[in-house]
């Protein structure tokens, strides 16, 4: 059952924070870069490696891969898709549900403010986020028509504003990713830094989101065929796919690390030795010395013997 709007209890949603979440409007290239994410992360040669959750989700990313590679971008995604991964990062690992959900239910949810089933879930895996993903088509800020520049502007605001006002929301790992780089090189570079492009054209973003890490990727490059289209080509490596969901592991388990109440100390980290060295403990340094003391006493008992004698007398 959804979660109602009005269902927020402080900590309640904290305590619940245990996914990933990818955003983004209708072709802001989601199963792309998912797919080819995924592909990397399988290999899991680069630090962090995952496992899908079953079967049919490992091979509709193998699927979408193997079409990219003979040319052939992915169909429109037709339902939400849930999808579970496991993903190991410096030996730890985190369960990850990452949601590719078609964009028509992001703009019902967010812009048209639209309370059916699907954007009600959708809101729910928003609420639950523990880290998110925000796809952004560089193009679509620069030539897309009102509405569609709408989705990421206004669209993305109502999201990130969403997971801030959220019990727990505000340290919550936002990374902002420019996807299709390969095409769009140049707009960014006419702006500056891929945050400098984001800056100037959806400056509410980083009014409401606060800290928001800015990416640039690629997941395909592109080659133009006779008539001019872009044709996927993966001969060439695919850009800026690890390093945001990098940055929101890094933020998860720092965040995890840290005590649950500020009246609690933090669990004190074991650290194995690296070799079987014993230490020569040295004694501390400090307060009176034992020499000092002894003096003094039989100082004191000298005295009190001599003021006995004088009394006796
Ligand atoms: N140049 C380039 N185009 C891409 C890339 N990823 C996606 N696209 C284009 O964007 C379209 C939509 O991508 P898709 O992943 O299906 O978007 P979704 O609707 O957000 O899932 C594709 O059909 C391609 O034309 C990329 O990495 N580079
Ligand atoms: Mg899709």
Known sequence: MPLELTDWTEGQID????????????RAGKTVFLSRLYQKLWQGNEGVSARAGDGAMHERCMEICEGLSQGKWPAATAGSILSELE??????SIQVVILDYPGEVFRRAFVDGGRDEQSLTLLEHIDRAAGAIMLID???????????????????????????????GASVPVAVVLTKCDEHVQLIREAGTPRDFM?????????????LRVFGSSAVRIRRDAI???????EKPARGLIEPLRYCLRAIKLASD????PHQPPTPKVIAPAYNIPSRVTPARRGIPTWAIVCGAVALVFLIVVIVLVLAD
Do not use: C, W
Not at 15 to 26: E, F, K, M, N, T
Not at 87 to 92: A, L, P, Q, R, S
Not at 150 to 168: E, F, H, L, N, T
């Open 15 to 26: 305590a619940r924070r245990d996914r990933i979440v990818i955003l983004g409007r209708r």
């Open 87 to 92: 993903i190991t990062h410096d030996e730890h």
């Open 138 to 168: 560089p193009d679509n800020l620069e030539g897309g028509s009102t509405a569609e520049q709408v989705d990421d502007d206004y669209g993305m605001v109502q999201a990130v504003d969403r997971i801030r006002k959220s019990p727990g």
């Open 199 to 211: 800056e100037s054209r959806i400056p509410n973003l980083f009014r409401y989101g606060g800290k």
């Open 228 to 234: 001019g289209r872009g044709i996927p080509n993966t």
């Open 258 to 261: 840290v005590p649950a109440s």
